[in-house]
């Protein structure tokens, strides 16, 4: 409820004519007050008996003077509208004191000296028993530190504004559900138990809904800059969270600069350019409310998210914001950049000289942030080295390494269909992410394809520059059969994916026949086959069930088989329109090694037990793990319709 206090007894007595007070109190006025474009016919007495300043005036004129006494005060806090009020206090006429006048009322007793020296209970301490009961109020004490505005150097002199801006600090620091202050905003406000009726007048007492962190949120964004500032510093400093410091910064910005909600879409990018008059300020006051927003921000990682850090570094960006300003909010995004959105990376070029559409390089910048961050997380997070297959059995300190390579990978899709992207700027930016970090190259992989369709020109030396940023061991089926048949790639290069197909064949097959063999040892050392006669039926049953499963691989091994012959089949193609590999292929012995893969030419095993073996290889293992590796793949490789 809203602080007021009556001051007076007498009935109203001033009244306005034109630019004119008059009082009505049927005597003659004997002195005339100017206070800016407004004169107050008054009297002498009332006035001195409150004012040492207007008392030692009063005494300057001679008592034998005919001409009325004229007191000027233009540089009253307040100006008229303030003084109007200490003259109603003078005469004793009644008037309330609010949080809207109390500032200006407490500075216009101090400017007139209107001490306890000129009557007991003057306006000086009557103002200030009532500030006192402001600061206990929230609302109150909002209304009263905005209109410090108008008054600001007295205001400060008297430690006003900062006496209001800690009794804020301290409310919004505290447990609001240990203390009965009112606080404004939607879903905020206390409900009375007597609210809710039940039946027939019966009322129940009702619990105040709960209060979230965020409620001093909106109250405070209504602060001009200045203030504002002061008091989330004063905030900070009582030992709040960041997060809750961040939040309130969000909203102020969404609040204050229009452009902070523009999407970064080229579609949009028109109606958010410099020289928008949308919240009424100029590009100059925007910047500079930018830039001191950006300074406010928390350092801790995590306390803001990475959406408003990049709409402002955008914003920033339009606005052609300090360096400083720039550079710190690349710093954060760097930070924890394993949080952000591709939608949210795409920066449209705001450079003077713009070369592509998109801010690769302000990119880089973020990414050198962030492996440098991730560096120092890995080297202070354990206090020994960390081999290559820790790193990418996806511990702790790789997976944010892990997600901003699917984020990289994401981003150079997106940029690759620029014509104007040079080579060196997409090799850096798709280098810096280390070869352990991803565990499936599909998303370099479809990167450097699109770039090789929006870049038909390159030579085949640059073709194989940007294809050594892909590892061919680790493609997916479905990427390493894309790439057999992909007429972009340089032939070394689908030479290669076939010869690690055909080498993860035979390592699976390998790998079946010893598993075969250490479950035959075990299951019977001394060769001969032994089946108790209580466990018999047992025995038989799984006897059949290995046999199913013995069927069952032979069968997907023979589409493995018929699928390498393919592959040889299409390079054989290949070969014979580009010419000059054929002795590359016999160093390698393709042909020859090719026909174990033939079905044709299959020859079988003397036994059923060695076929079973010789058909039951670990292909499948193989097969289903490369599937399982193409699943967890954030940005695994689809079949491309431009192709």
Not at 92 to 106: C, D, H, K, M, P
Request: proline letters at 4%.
């Amino acid at each position: 409820m809203a602080c007021i206090m009556r001051l007076g007894s007498k009935s109203e007595a001033f009244h306005l004519d034109g630019q004119t007070w008059l009082c009505s109190t049927g005597l003659s006025s004997d002195v005339i007050v100017e206070v800016g474009e407004m004169s107050f016919h008054l009297h002498k007495f009332p006035l001195l008996s409150r004012s040492r300043v207007m008392e030692n005036l009063i005494k300057d004129y001679s008592a034998e003077d005919e001409k009325k006494c004229v007191l000027q005060f233009h540089d009253m806090p307040g100006g008229a509208k303030t003084f109007l009020l200490v003259a109603k206090f003078c005469y004793g006429i009644r008037f309330e004191l609010t949080a809207l006048n109390i500032v200006s009322l407490r500075c216009a007793a101090k400017y007139l000296q209107m001490n306890e020296d000129h009557g007991e209970g003057n306006l000086i301490t009557q103002t200030e028993n009532f500030l006192n009961e402001i600061f206990s109020n929230w609302t109150d004490s909002i209304k009263a530190l905005e209109t410090c505005e108008e008054v600001l150097p007295s205001a400060e002199e008297l430690h006003i504004v900062s006496r209001c801006i800690n009794s804020l600090a301290m409310k919004a620091c505290a447990d609001l559900s240990l203390f009965g202050w009112p606080v404004s905003g939607s879903g905020t406000a206390a409900q009375s138990p007597e609210d809710i009726v039940l039946w027939n007048g019966i009322s129940a007492a009702v619990k105040p809904p709960p209060v979230s962190e965020d409620w001093w949120y909106e109250d405070v964004s209504v602060l001009r800059l200045s203030l504002y500032k002061r008091l989330i510093l004063a905030v900070e400093s009582s030992g709040i969270k960041p997060e809750r410091i961040a939040g309130s910064l969000v909203h102020y910005a969404k609040k204050h600069l229009p452009l902070l909600g523009r999407q970064s879409s080229f579609q949009n990018w028109d109606h958010a350019a410099p020289g928008s008059t949308v919240s009424g300020l100029s590009d100059a006051d925007q910047r500079n409310l930018l830039e001191e927003i950006v300074a406010l921000i928390p350092n801790q990682s995590g306390a803001t998210t990475i959406n408003f850090l990049l709409r402002l570094l955008r914003t920033s960006m339009i606005l052609h914001a300090s360096l400083s300003c720039q550079e710190k909010l690349e710093k954060q995004i760097g930070a924890q950049l394993d949080q952000a959105a591709l939608e949210d990376l795409l920066i449209p070029n705001m450079g003077y000289s713009v070369e592509t559409l998109y801010d690769i390089d302000c990119v880089q910048r973020i990414l050198d942030h962030f492996v440098l961050v991730d560096n120092e997380a890995v080297d202070s997070g354990s206090n020994y080295i960390v081999d290559e297959g820790q790193l990418m059995g996806g511990s702790h300190p790789m997976t944010p390494m892990t997600l901003v390579a699917n984020l990289v990978d994401g981003y150079l899709a997106e940029v690759a269909p620029d014509v104007n992207l040079k080579l060196p700027k997409f090799q850096s930016l798709a280098a810096i992410i280390p070869d352990y970090a991803r565990p499936l190259d599909d998303g370099i992989y479809r990167a450097i394809d699109i770039y090789l369709k929006a870049h038909p020109w390159l030579t085949d030396s640059e073709r194989e520059q940007i294809c050594r940023l892909m590892n061919c061991q680790k493609l997916s089926l479905e990427a390493s059969t894309h790439a057999t048949q992909n007429e972009r790639l340089p032939l070394r290069v689908i030479v290669q994916v076939l010869f690690f197909e055909q080498l993860r064949l035979r390592t699976s097959i390998a790998g079946w026949f010893f598993v075969s063999d250490n479950l035959e040892n075990s299951q019977n050392p001394s060769g001969n086959l032994e089946i108790p006669r209580n466990n018999a039926s047992a025995h038989v049953g799984t006897t059949q069930d290995h046999f199913l499963a013995v069927d069952d691989i032979m069968e997907r091994v023979s589409e493995l088989e018929k699928e390498c012959l393919s592959m040889k089949e299409e390079l054989e193609k290949l070969v014979k329109t580009k010419g000059g590999w054929n002795i590359f292929l016999k160093k390698f012995s393709f042909k020859s090694k090719s026909k174990s893969c033939d079905p044709k030419t299959a020859k079988p095993s003397d036994s059923k037990k060695s076929r079973a073996y010789d058909s039951n290889t670990s292909a499948t293992a193989s097969f289903t793990s490369g599937r399982e590796n193409h699943k967890k793949g954030e940005y695994g490789l689809q079949v491309w319709k431009e192709n």
